[in-house]
């Protein structure tokens, strides 16, 4: 199929969206921060359809990990309430953000190239770098003890507007806090295209002191509802390929429904290296992409 | 609305969303059977 000056193969897309669905799956995220970036640098795709077609395809996937994870008992609703609000207006944020930036173009090398693409892809190298540390942080012997409870700095600290949150057992945790990197999530996803929910994971469980599986189903309700209402504001601009898309979605509700049940069944070192290896890869995609461009 | 008007949105929005939900849960917390607050006191004679 054709996009813009891209002649993407419909096999490729269908395998890309299988590996993200299942990725997104057994870790409870939409996927997306791999999905844009692969997008635009392997398949030369122009980098605002990547993002308005990234968050279309994570309306699926999302939806379909929030199902299983709810069956499931998992995830602690009003985290995912307090985040939406900001999460809405943040989205609204990033998608104007991009529109401003595409109309903008900076000299690299005597030559003039357009903004947009070069912001977004440095803005995904220090998000795929933060994705790694915050993994490898656990691989060194964070994931498993985090099966239990302890109070996060962010649990701890003395902020107004504190609930308490039922389902993971925390006393106190500031909806004000919430609201903000609801804010921030959201932006991230109208700006990058991501859901926000491989971000807001390392958050929940290094800062407020989630359990690994509870943050895992933390976050899927704001990512559904904020990854449609972005795939809105996209379409809106023309942002949004229904070709790409429905070839995303052919295979990646499936392949995120095995990811799902993958995550009890497969051993915890092997999903950790499998899920570095899949940044590592995607972060090097970028970087060399980049250096292509600047040089 | 400009972009300070819009800038000052996104920066408002969040407290008056964050009220909210803090509003919402106090008072499921409140209906909650078995809370663990103290019960309140009766100072009827």
């Given amino acids: 199929m054709q996009i813009g000056d891209a002649h993407v193969s419909v096999l490729a897309v269908v395998a890309l969206g299988a590996v993200v669905g299942f990725v997104g799956g057994v870790f409870g995220v939409g996927g997306g921060f791999m999905l844009t970036p692969l997008l635009a640098v392997v398949f030369g795709i122009p980098v605002h359809v990547a993002v308005g077609t990234s968050l279309c395809q994570i309306i699926a996937t999302s939806l379909v990990s929030l199902l299983k994870f709810r069956k499931a008992g998992l995830g602690e609703v009003r985290i995912d ?11 609204d944020a990033g998608t104007r953000t ?16 357009p903004l947009a693409p070069l912001v977004l892809q440095v803005a995904y190298v220090v998000m795929l770098a933060f994705v790694l540390v915050s993994f490898s942080r656990g691989a060194a012997g964070g994931l498993e003890p985090l099966d239990y409870l302890r109070f996060g700095p962010l649990s701890r600290a003395r902020l107004p507007l504190a609930v308490r949150l039922p389902t993971v057992q925390l006393p106190r945790v500031s909806m004000l806090l919430v609201a903000y990197v ?9 700006l990058l295209g991501l859901g926000g929910g491989v971000v807001l994971m390392p958050i929940l469980v290094y800062g407020f002191g989630f359990p690994m599986r509870q943050a895992a189903g933390t976050g899927l309700l704001m990512l559904f509802v904020s990854s449609m209402f972005g795939t809105a504001r996209h379409a809106m601009m023309g942002n ?14 499936v ?15 092997l999903l950790r290296r499998g899920f570095s290896a899949v940044v590592v890869l995607t972060m090097c995609a970028v970087v060399w992409d980049l250096a292509r461009k600047v040089r | ?5 819009y800038v000052a949105l996104c920066v408002v929005a969040p407290i008056a969303w964050a009220l909210v939900m803090y509003l ?10 078995g809370d663990d607050r103290a019960p309140p006191v009766d100072y009827s004679i």
């Fill in chain 1, 81 to 91: 309430l307090g985040l939406l609000g900001g999460s809405l207006i943040g989205v």
């Fill in chain 1, 182 to 190: 609801g804010l921030g999530l959201g932006f991230l996803s109208g």
């Fill in chain 1, 255 to 269: 392949s995120a429904l095995l990811g799902s049940r993958a995550t009890k069944r497969l051993p915890a070192p």
């Fill in chain 1, 98 to 113: 991009l529109a401003a930036l595409a109309h903008r173009t900076v000299v690299v090398g005597g030559v003039a190239a």
């Fill in chain 1, 240 to 253: 949004v390929s229904l070709p790409l898309a429905m070839a995303l979605l052919a295979a990646s509700p």
């Fill in chain 2, 1 to 5: 609305m400009g972009d300070v008007g």
């Fill in chain 2, 24 to 33: 919402v849960f106090e008072a499921l917390d409140r209906k909650r059977p």
